[in-house]
């Protein structure tokens, strides 16, 4: 699953920002150079930069949700070590309180309801890796009628393709390489390994203008 892992980081650092920061050139050019230090492990200068998006915009989930994609890649290259997952599952649950605010105003905000399917997705991928399978169920049964509600309001939004690849990846790899999860997972609808890899090149090659990207030091 390591392809895939490199894959989501890539389109997730990036899509949300084409329709939320496309006017805004400074908290773009922010959120870029956030971006590219992500992608090169500089996890303090990434943090710096997605630190001036809040600034810029406290009120916008996207900055938060940046925010927690470098803990995320703190606990990627280093699976066995915890000290973050607090930190991240913390971070997650204020930017799924953030989206609630924003869907409160507007229950048909998309950018919202992707962003708060992308949080709830990535607790339970941390749950799942911690062997806390049904906890990392749960948060695939929340966030799933989040991506499909995105989808119906905007069906060609390739970014919001990003949510439904991870959902049909995921729920068919994992019965068929821990099959004693099938007991949990039964009430989580089936996945499409195939298709959820085309949903993710798809998300990655039309979800984002597309940019010079930078060499990343190492890959996890």
């Given at each position: 699953m390591k392809h895939i892992a490199v894959l989501l980081l890539s389109v997730v650092l990036s899509s949300p920002l084409q329709s939320q920061a496309k006017a805004d050139s400074a908290f773009d050019a922010a959120a870029r150079r956030g971006i590219d230090a992500v992608y090169n492990l500089?996890?303090?200068k990434a943090d710096g930069e997605f630190d001036q998006l809040i600034t810029?915009?406290?009120n916008r989930p996207i900055g938060h949700f940046l925010h927690t994609m470098v803990t995320w890649w703190r606990i990627m290259i280093d699976m066995e070590n915890e000290q973050f997952d607090q930190e991240f599952f913390d971070a997650l649950d204020r930017v799924v309180d953030m989206c609630d605010s924003v869907l409160d105003r507007n229950?048909?905000?998309v950018d919202a309801m992707f962003i708060k399917g992308g949080a709830i997705g990535f607790k339970g991928r941390l749950k799942f890796h911690r062997n806390d399978y049904l906890a990392a169920a749960n948060a695939g049964r929340k966030a799933l009628p989040l991506v499909q509600g995105a989808m119906e309001l905007?069906?060609?939004n390739f970014d919001v393709l990003l949510g439904a690849g991870m959902y049909n990846y995921?729920?068919?790899?994992?019965?068929q390489e821990y099959p004693f999860l099938k007991p949990v997972l039964l009430f989580i609808p089936p996945g499409?390994?195939?298709?959820?890899?085309?949903?993710?090149?798809?998300?990655s090659l039309k979800g984002r203008p597309p940019r010079p990207r930078p060499r990343a030091r190492c890959i996890a």
């Open positions: 500089e996890f303090e810029m915009s406290p229950e048909n905000d905007a069906p060609g995921y729920a068919d790899v994992i019965p499409d390994k195939k298709k959820g890899i085309e949903q993710l090149k798809l998300a």
